[in-house]
């Protein structure tokens, strides 16, 4: 659990970690909760830090002395685990009560899954505790006395799918300690999208298991990465440059090309439709100089000179 000014939201993350349930009966996995502190400066968030480190055994609390971003904090966490799974939650998401039984029991029934992730509820309001009760009991339900667990698909290597879309957040995913590694880990140069750039490596020679349920919430709010005050596939442009650069483009370069393309239309589109011409001209330029044989950036590019939403 990456950690910075997280304020009230942390406790919150912590208490869904901590409480998880098991299915059946069934035992949990051991469980260790290592939260990472990115340089935290808000004297909220620190004391609460103090707390948590103090409250339960199996949660360890480190500090890092400079700030490393979302990749570095989650790779610091990395690297002092234990377990040989790696499961992730920001500090202002949650997981619900039956995360961790339900992805443990595919992993149990399916010795060849290497990764694994459920879906995940967008959480634009504040949660009460009656909607999680609600939710964790509704998953309880659908499974009691019947064995008749959400549907598990399998995405068979599944690189060219992820050029399409993300199809998993990182909220939502277990993933072998061992695949992390080969992969190198979350790329510090990135500052968004470097969790899209791993599961990308993973795809190339992986396969990819989704659970059809959800099983977490991912927290949208003013102070979050994603939220609608940014474009949509913000810096997803370097992450994809970094692709096409590295071993894993050969054959499936195409495919990022397109998703390149689509990501500076977006970007364009985004700034012109709230009639800020100067970046959408900024950006059309980017296109422009990425890839000047696409009619679509030139196109753009007239759009935001002529000012035209």
Known sequence: ?????????????????LHQLPIDDRPLPSLELIIVDDHSTDA???????EIAGMDDRVRVITNQRSKGAAGARNTGIAQASGAWIGFIDSDDIWLSYALA??????????????????????????????????????????????QYPRLEHLPRPFLDFAKECLIQTTAVLIQR????EMGLFNEKLHRA?????WFQCAVANDLWRIDYEISYYRIHAASLTHGETPRYLKEDLMIEMLLQGELAGAHRASLVRRLDMVMQDHCYFYR?????????????????????????????????????
């Not at 659990?1 to 912590?14: K, Q, T, W």
């Not at 909220?44 to 103090?50: G, I, S």
């Not at 470097?194 to 791993?198: A, K, R, V, W």
């Open 1 to 17: 659990m990456p950690v910075f000014n997280s304020g009230d939201y942390l406790r919150e993350a912590v208490h869904s970690v």
């Open 44 to 50: 909220r968030t620190v004391a609460m830090l103090a």
């Open 102 to 147: 339900l992805r443990w029991h595919y992993i149990e029934s399916n010795p060849g899954i290497r990764w694994i992730a459920g879906r995940f509820k967008l959480l634009r309001t504040e949660l009460t505790l009656a909607q999680y009760q609600a939710d964790c009991a509704r998953l309880a339900a659908d499974m009691a006395g019947t064995s």
């Open 178 to 181: 061992d695949l992390i590694n």
């Open 194 to 198: 470097e969790d899209y750039h791993l």
């Open 273 to 309: 439709g709230r009639k800020q011409y100067g970046n959408a001209f900024g950006m059309a330029m980017k296109w422009v100089g990425k890839r000047p044989l696409q009619v679509g950036g030139w196109k753009e590019l007239l759009a935001a000179t002529l000012r035209r939403g």
